[in-house]
């Protein structure tokens, strides 16, 4: 079995049918199984074992998270005061249970998003929840605005059995990771990783393939991972983007994965979608 992305899984029965039906969503909201989801300094509450703290709906609960089984579970947003810094949030993935991430991540997502977007971008007046919480309607011009999912190739470059990896600035000492970047207006996956590789380390890059995919809820990233052929392995690194670029050999990675005490480098932590790449990478390579 390879790894699956931490955040990946199918989360709740979104039951998409029935956020266009206010009196069904009501009548869920008033069963008395309904769960509420709790929040904490502006993200999900977490119990000693990280799992996601649930009470019993009361007052507002304008966001409808989906059912589990035939239990629905909501959340309200989380109070307008709290800044929304996702770094803050980071610590939370240490103690997140993984059965737990995919509705972590739709609620911290779907969440900011609301408190980002408390008017509209045609009009200027104010709009609100509508759809159960999955999209806002204008008051003003009738437009309706839908939570926003923010497109990020992150990518392995290999050359002659070596890896591509780069640190940034804001790594800690040692770490390297999978090169990435946002994809832009008119471009496919396969152009953003090819262009991400051309800007940041000056290789060219053949059959791009994807490989999986993690949503990222700081603040609404989808994180497209994919693998690339470079044609050489000569590197023009952007400094304003990297501190550094390099290629590592197998040894040198499997040996970074294992963390042993004189790896070349110190391997992205188990969260990040980098880390599931490369075992795969690992994983396949190994055959
Ligand atoms: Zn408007």
Redesign the pocket.
Known sequence: MLPDPFFAGPGLDRADALRARPGRIAALAARHDARQLEWANGAPALDQNGRLQWRAVNGEAPLFLGLDGEVPHFSDLPPGDVPIDSRAHFGLLGILDPADAPLFAAALSLANWHRRHAF?S????P?APNRGGWSRA??????EHYPRVDPVVIMLAEHDGRLLLGRQPQYPPGRYSALAGFVEPGETIEAAVARELEEEAGIAVRHVTYIASQPWPFPSTLMIGAHAEAEGDSLTIDHDELDDARWFSRAEVEAALTAEPDAAFLAPPPFAIARTLIERWLSTRLK
């Open positions: 509209c045609v009009c200027g007046e709009t204008c008051a003003g011009c009738a437009a």
